[in-house]
């Protein structure tokens, strides 16, 4: 809906400011559970850990450390009881002769069953391919079967996701 008197610029600079407000909140309410949660020595040790070596090492920290690397959206698995399943990794050689991460994943707990699935996978993703260790972030193709047929072909369409 346009406001009387409004040009287009006002209010999506006004929409704009009231997303960005929003986000700022929503990150700060997620740090404060996340270190209500877990003790941040614990996460920044996770985060400083080099996600190739445990890779190579088949090390359990591999899903801790990768889930120390989540953001806000990290709240909202520790909050609905979901978490990370790491169905295949890979070391890929990039053009520069350096090597990275591929990762296939899937969740358990709640999540699986959640309406905001399509919006924590995207958060997932996101969060995870900041990370310059990692080249890639698939999900399992598995996931599909907990949407019905308009959920399924929403996050087909819009999710932002690739599943594999």
Known sequence: ??????????????????????????????EKRLNQMHEPQELLRLQNLSLLDLHYDSDDDLIPALMARLGPVRAALDGHGGGLIVENSSIEKLNNGEKSLSLI???????????????????????????????????????????????KEFVLKHGGVTFV
Do not use: H
């Open 105 to 151: 994943l899937n969740l358990d707990g709640a999540c699986i069953s959640c309406g905001a699935a399509p919006g924590t996978l995207q958060g997932i993703q996101d969060d995870l391919l900041i990370d310059p260790e990692i080249m890639s972030i698939r999900f399992s193709k598995s996931m599909l079967e907990w949407f019905d047929e308009l959920q």
């Open 1 to 30: 809906m346009k406001l009387p008197g409004a040009d287009d610029s006002k209010v999506n600079n006004l929409a704009d400011s009231y997303r960005i407000q929003i986000e700022d909140t929503m990150k700060i309410e997620a």
